[in-house]
C-alpha cells in the first residue's frame, strides 16, 4: 500500500437484519457500493463483504486517497461571433470569459472540421476520498433491495432495520460525517453477549481479526456456514447417523448467528408415530433445528440446534429447546389423530364451500374438471381411467384437514399418508403427493403413471383457467404460480417423455370449464406463454437459443417429438456443413418468401427443362438421399435425417455458386423454385435450420 492507497472499513451496525435476506443485502451493498466508487472516479483494488445479523461491512483494500484531477474543458461562441471585423472582442466573448473569471485574450481557440471558438480550459483538483466517503456509503445503501423501510426515534433516515453505530477507518484515520443520521467513528462492537463492549478499529485491516479474537463475532457468512456444518458433522460422527442438511435452512441459521454453537437435543420417541415429515416440517420451519437420520435414513427422536452463544452451561439451552419443541409435536401428534378419524373421501363436500378463484368455482368444480380431463389422458396412454378419477377427486381433500391448515407446505404428502389409511389404491395413494411434482427447479418428476396425469391435468386446468380469467402473470407478479406450473407441464412431456400434443391438451381442458365459457384464444395465449418457456430450459442444458427457435418453426407442439428435433437441431449445429446449408436454407426461405410457393405444392421439378449441370446434380443426388431418409422421417430419427442431408452441402454450394434462380424464362425459374421448395421441405422435415445463427458449425478447410 502506497501513499495515494488505504484500507477502508465500512461497517454499519443494527438491530437484527431479516436472516432470509441478509445475503442478499450484502452482496447489493457491495455492488452499491463499487458502483459509487466507480462515479467518484475513486480507484479500488479489492472488496470484501462482511455480514452478521447486527452488521453489514465492507473492507475494501488500495482505495485512493482522493479523486484524480480532471481537466474540464467549456465551449463558448464561435471567433466569428466572438470578434467583430476590428478583431475586438463582442459582447459574447467577453461575458463568456467573466463566466470562467479570466481575460479575454486569456481564453484558448479550438479548431475542427465545423470550424473555429473559444475555449476554456482549467484542471480541476480532485475531492479527497474521506470527504465524499459518508455519501457515497448512503447512496449504496439506498439502493439495496429491501421491501419495507422503517424509521426510529426522531431520525428521518429510513433503513430496514434501526442504525446503531457507523463504523469507518480509512487506513489509520477516522472519517468524520454521518450515515443515516449516525455519526462515523473508529467504534465497532462485538458478540451481544460475549463482548457487548466497543472495540476500538485503530487500523482497517484489523477488522476482521478483532472481531473474531475479541468481539466473538465471525464476520464472514461463508465462513460461519462452514463452522456450522463442521461442527453438526462432528456431532453426527460421534453417533453413527447422519443429517440431511438443507442448503435453504442453513444460509438462514447462518443468518441468525455471529458465533455458532451446534447442540444436540431429543424428544419423546413416541411422537415418530406421526408421519415424519410433520416432525421435520416443525423442526425445520418453526424452530430451525436439523433433523437427525439413522444410517438406514429413518428419523431418530433427536435434533441438532445451533446456537448464537458458546454457553458455559449448554445443557440449559438444549433442555430449552427440548421444552419449546415437545408441545409443538404435540399439537402435531394431536392433528395426525384427529385427521385419521374420518377417511379422505369424507372431506370432498368441503372442498364446495372452498374457493379456488371467484370467477372459476370452488375446489370442488376444479376435482371435477381434473378428473375429466384426467380420465381422457388415461385413455390415450393406456392408463386406468378409474384410478385417475378417485386420484382427482381426493387431490384436494387434504387441503381441509386439521394438519394442512397448520403445515400448508405438507399438502400431497399428507394426502397420500390419508388415502393409505383409508386404503385407497397404492397408485391414488402416491398421486396425492406426485400432483405437485416437481415443486421446484430440479425437483424430481412424478414417480407413477396416475400421478403424472393428475400432475399434468391440475396444472393444464389451471394454466387455462387463470389466463382466461385475466390474472397471467405480470412483472415478479405471479400469485397461481403459473411460471411454475408450465415448466413442470414441459419437463414432464419432455423427460417422461410422454406422446402427447400439448395444443390439444389445452385445448380440451379449456372444453372442462363449459361451452363458450373460455374462448380459442385463451388456448392460443397459454400455448404461446409455455412455449415461450421452452428456451429458458434448454439454455440451463447449454442449448443455444436459435437451436430451440428452429424446431419451434416446424409447428410440432407434441414437446418429446419436439425435444429430439432439438437435440438432432444441436447435434447438426456442429457439424462443418452446417453453416453453408444453415446460410443455403435461409437464402431458400427468403427467395421462396418474395416469389410464392402456394402453385408449387404437391410438384416436383422437370428434369428436362434444367439447364444447369448443377441443377441436375442436386436434383440427382437429392432423389438418392430421399430413398434413406423415408424410414428415418417414419421413425423420428431426426439426427440421422440432418446427418444424412449434410452430404447435400457440396452439391447446394455448386447450386447457388453456378445457377441463376430467378431466370428470365418462365418455366426455367418455376422449375428451379420448385426443387428449391423440395430441398427446403427435406431440411424442414426436422427445423427450419434457415434460423441457425452465422457462425455455427466448423469451418471446412
Known sequence: ?????????????????????????????????????????????????????????????????????????????AISAAFDSDGRPTKAAEGFARSCGVAVYDLAREHSDKGEWLSYRHLSEGEATAALLPGMIERALGTLPIPKRMRWGESEAEFVRPVHWVCLVFGDSAVEGTVLGVPASKTTFGHRFHHPQGITVDIAGDYVDLLRNVGRVEPSFERRREMIVQQIAAIIDSREARVDIDSALLDEVTALVEWPTALVGTFDADFLAVPPEVLIETMQVNQKYFPVRSREGGLLPQFITVSNIDSKDPEQIVSGNERVIR???????????????????????????????EKLGTYAAKCERVARLGRSLAADLGEREELVERAARLSKCDLVTSMVYEFPGLQGI?????????????????????????????????????GRILALSDRL??????????????????????????????????????ELDLAQLLGRARDGFGEGLIGAETVDDVLSYTLDRLDGYYQDQGVPSDVVEAALATGDTTLSRLHRRILAVNGFRELPESVSLAAANKRIRNILLKSGTEDLRGYGPNEALFADAAERDLWRHMAVLQERLAPMIQGQDFAGVLATLAGLRDQVDAFFDQVLVMADDVDVRRNRLMLLYRLHGLFAN????????????????
Open 327 to 357: 408441545p409443538r409435536f404435540a399439537d402435531a401428534k394431536f392433528f395426525w389423530e384427529q385427521d385419521l378419524k374420518q377417511p379422505l373421501s369424507a372431506r370432498f363436500a368441503r372442498l364446495s364451500s372452498m374457493v379456488f378463484q
Open 461 to 498: 386446468d389451471t394454466l387455462v383457467g387463470i389466463f382466461a380469467v385475466g390474472q397471467r402473470p405480470t412483472g415478479t407478479k405471479d400469485p397461481f404460480g403459473l411460471r411454475r406450473a408450465s415448466i413442470a407441464v414441459l419437463r414432464i412431456l419432455i423427460e417422461t417423455p410422454l
Open 1 to 77: 500500500m502506497d501513499a495515494t492507497s488505504r484500507d477502508l472499513l465500512v461497517e454499519i451496525g443494527t438491530e437484527e437484519l431479516p436472516p432470509t435476506i441478509l445475503f442478499r443485502l450484502s452482496r447489493a451493498f457491495a455492488e452499491g457500493f463499487t458502483a459509487q466508487l466507480a462515479e467518484q472516479r475513486i480507484s479500488v483494488g479489492s472488496i470484501q463483504s462482511f455480514v452478521t445479523p447486527r452488521r453489514l461491512a465492507l473492507l475494501a483494500s488500495g482505495v485512493a486517497v482522493r479523486q484524480p484531477d480532471e481537466e474540464a474543458v467549456r465551449r463558448g461562441p
Open 414 to 450: 399428507m394426502g397420500r399418508y390419508y388415502a393409505e389409511a383409508g386404503g385407497e389404491d397404492p397408485s391414488v395413494c402416491a398421486a396425492m403427493e406426485d400432483q405437485y411434482l416437481p415443486r421446484f427447479a430440479g425437483d424430481r418428476l412424478p414417480g407413477g403413471a396416475c
Open 686 to 701: 426436422v427445423a427450419d435450420i434457415s434460423r441457425l445463427q452465422a457462425g455455427v458449425g466448423t469451418a471446412r478447410d
